[in-house]
């Protein structure tokens, strides 16, 4: 009886885990350029999440094109690009909030299986947004290229830290 219930209460704190974790998981970071993190402290931003997700898109796009600075003759595939983080970001928006709306009503089952939705839309924004920044990391020098890999390096250790800390 005891181990039933240990198992029971491990199995309870992981669902409401996975739903407070998936409760604040929205869509374009700053560190990613394909999703948007919606604070749960800060309800204006969900409230508003189009405008914000669209000015968080776009300091994320100026960001990059000055970090890696993107010359004129890069242009075209830095446009290919940012069309491809633009509509990830306004997908992944209305995603989102159908998933917000929905959260309040939803069992822990569907609470789950909306939380894959999610997940399974930014891996396959990452697929589209894969091949237009590799066309355009081809056509870089090697000083943007290690400044692409720094970049894209700590970005990625940051989110690291952010998803460990809950």
């Given at each position: 009886?005891?181990?039933s219930f240990?198992?029971?209460v ?9 739903s407070?974790?998936a409760?604040?998981?929205a ?5 990613d350029?394909?999703i948007v ?6 309800s204006d ?12 898109i ?6 990059l ?8 003759a890069?242009q075209?595939q ?9 509509d ?7 995603t ?7 959260l309040?009503?939803m069992?822990a089952a569907?609470?789950?299986q909306?939380?894959?939705?999610v997940?399974a ?7 589209k947004?894969?091949?237009a920044f ?7 020098s090697?000083?943007q290229?290690?400044?692409?890999d720094?970049?894209?390096r ?13």
């Open positions: 009886m005891r181990t240990r198992q029971t491990i199995v309870s704190t992981a669902i409401i885990g996975l407070g974790f409760a604040i998981a869509p374009p970071t700053a560190g350029p394909t993190r919606a604070s749960a402290a800060n931003q969900s409230r508003s999440a189009g405008r914000g997700m669209e000015g968080k776009e300091q994320r796009i100026n960001d094109h000055a970090r890696l600075q993107i010359s004129p890069q075209s830095w446009d290919n690009v940012t069309r491809v983080m633009r990830n970001a306004r997908e992944m928006d209305a989102f909030q159908q998933r917000l709306q929905a309040p009503n069992t569907e609470n789950l909306s939380y894959a939705k997940a839309e930014h891996a396959q924004d990452m697929q947004l894969a091949p590799q066309a355009l990391y081809d056509t870089m090697d000083n290229k290690r400044t692409a720094r970049v894209f700590a970005d990625a250790a940051q989110r690291g830290d952010q998803a460990h800390r809950g």
